[in-house]
């Protein structure tokens, strides 16, 4: 029992270490999609000088990208995180609680 003990503490700290990570790439993806809409305003008012038509189109696919798979990773991680408390409150605190 204290093996599943500790793996439960270890699965903890790697939960904790990746929620940090996914909320970092949240935050990038959110900054690229502020991007886009910064690109998207300039072509609109034809003051799109430093981006060519390709940057642009590139830009837009990578954000949609970005925007999809940090939903899905945020999504998932937090499946994983309440898999991890069922089994932290029935094996650590006993409660038996799923």
């Known amino acids: 029992m204290d093996g599943l003990r500790s793996l439960i503490f ?5 939960l904790g270490a990746i929620s940090s990570r ?3 790439i ?3 993806e959110r900054r690229f999609g502020q991007l ?3 690109i998207d305003t300039a072509q609109y008012r034809g ?9 642009h189109v590139e830009v ?14 945020r999504e998932e991680s ?8 069922s089994m932290f409150n029935n094996v650590i605190k006993g409660t038996g609680a799923y």
């Open 10 to 14: 270890e699965m903890d700290s790697t």
């Open 26 to 28: 949240y935050d990038i």
């Open 78 to 85: 937090d499946k994983a995180y309440k898999l991890h408390e």
């Open 47 to 55: 003051e799109q000088r430093i981006f060519n038509q390709d940057d």
């Open 60 to 73: 837009r696919i990578l954000s949609e990208l970005l925007y999809y798979s940090v939903k899905d990773l």
């Open 22 to 24: 996914v909320e970092t």
């Open 36 to 38: 886009r809409d910064s």
